[in-house]
């Protein structure tokens, strides 16, 4: 991600098919989540590891999301594949759990 002010278009991104970066780094940078949803900035898959670091969390009526997750919500918007990885369930709160994993956004419901 230190290559990103070196980039000869302005936009790293654009220069590049395969991308490795890490979350922390998306979700503190704003720069680059601008350079990220330019239109002509497409991914056939984007690959998140440690998914379980996307939290979305209730804090009382409230729906919490996290840096991370805007971030993810973002990657997903510029693929056609979005793979979501973890070997860790969750953080004990099931509710949490259970939104993670059907927030409309991640799986959006398609009527028949």
Known sequence: MDKLETASTGNWFLEHHLVIARLDKLARDMEAQKKLQVPENRYDLVVIDEAHKLP???FGKDIRYTKR??????LAGVTRHFLLLTATSHNGRETDFQLFLFHPFFFPFRGA
């Open 56 to 58: 979305v969390s209730f």
């Open 69 to 74: 997750y805007h971030v993810g919500r973002l």
